[in-house]
């Protein structure tokens, strides 16, 4: 409502002026990307009880469960990465925050020889563009593992351990994915395919933790969470509903609309992924993949939405932790 001198100029619902002002850019989307999601996205601009976005946590992200275990030690973890991925800094604070030493490990180290797993209780495979971003990046990635024999050895030897445990997001989420043959338990986790917008798609969406043996995930389950997504290649794709039944026991978080509801409707399921499916993980819980960036929200700061009592600093100087640190103090006490 405008109002001057007590006349009213204007009063207008906000569904109706917020349809108006995207129409052009609805029309030229219509055009330019998939025509159904965005129609999607722009339906939903209709919806006036929608409740926006929102969180709702099942745990005390003030609890720091790795505090008993930071002074003991730091074990090493590897923040593995690939020619063009960008995401590794950000992986490298949060679980430096956790109570690990995190050590920059490039493939070409382990390639030739100059970097061995055997020396890492961990290794988290960063997301970005490898390999400047083209199709397939995170799948060519896999095949400089699968097709070289010392790096092939490396990483079956690592997953074979009973004491490690390993996070593959975004592009480290598709290369991972594409290792199943060689990660115990991995055998159903999905493919990773171009987004159902047809486009790239950087997003602040809701996640909900679901019910896993993940050990990253461990007290989270039921959550609901503010998260990023950067990716173009993101959709799960199954062979047959046969395989996507048979993971789903597996499958640690979904994306979720703001009523709290599994989705595949875009915007909120960014990428089209079934049942929202967008993270995996083996029956032991020590191996992981996701297609969100949980590293890149590590402090609240970093959240373009979070309510309000998620405070922006704990101390003068130092920012809060969002609740998505609970993933990597999960990884620190696992490890002891």
């Not at 061995?116 to 997301?127: E, I, T, V």
């Not at 990773?192 to 486009?199: D, G, L, P």
């Not at 009523?259 to 595949?264: D, I, S, V």
Request: charged fraction near 20%; aromatic fraction near 8%.
């Amino acid at each position: 409502r405008v109002i001057r001198a007590t006349r009213p100029l204007l009063a207008e619902k906000r569904v109706d002026l917020q349809s108006a002002w995207s129409e052009t850019s609805h029309l030229i989307q219509s055009m330019r990307d998939n025509s159904a999601t965005a129609r999607e996205e722009f339906a939903r601009l209709n919806d006036a009880s929608d409740p926006g976005l929102n969180a709702n946590l099942t745990f005390d992200s003030a609890d720091d469960i790795a505090a008993p275990f930071i002074n003991i030690a730091k074990p090493r973890i590897a923040i593995l990465r690939e020619q063009g991925v960008n995401g590794q800094l950000e992986m490298a604070h949060a679980f430096t925050r956790a109570g690990f030493d995190a050590i920059d490990v490039h493939m070409s180290d382990i390639i030739a020889g100059r970097q061995s797993l055997k020396d890492f209780r961990g290794f988290a495979a960063c997301g970005g563009f490898s390999y400047g971003d083209v199709l397939g990046a995170g799948e060519g990635w896999a095949k400089s593992i699968l097709f070289k024999a010392r790096a092939h050895d490396e990483f079956e030897a690592f997953f074979k351990r009973s004491d490690s445990i390993a996070l593959g997001v975004c592009n480290g989420c598709q290369m991972m994915s594409n290792l199943h043959e060689i990660i115990p338990g991995a055998a159903n986790w999905p493919h990773f395919e171009k987004n159902a917008s047809e486009q790239y798609e950087a997003r602040t969406v809701l996640l909900e933790i679901g019910e896993s043996p993940s050990i990253l995930f461990a007290g989270m389950s039921g959550s609901r969470l503010p998260v990023v997504t950067a990716h173009g290649e993101g959709r799960a794709v199954f062979r047959d509903i046969a395989q996507r039944d048979a993971v789903r026991w597996l499958c640690a978080a979904n994306y979720v609309d703001n009523r709290g509801r599994a989705t595949e409707q875009f915007p909120a399921n960014p990428n089209g992924s079934p049942l929202g499916m967008t993270a995996f993980t083996t029956p032991d819980g020590r191996f992981t993949i996701m297609m969100p960036h949980p590293e890149r929200v590590a402090l609240n700061v970093n959240l373009s939405y979070r309510p309000h009592n998620w405070p922006a600093a704990d101390a003068p100087g130092r920012p809060a932790v969002s609740p998505w640190m609970r993933m990597f103090r999960n990884a620190r006490k696992w490890v002891g």
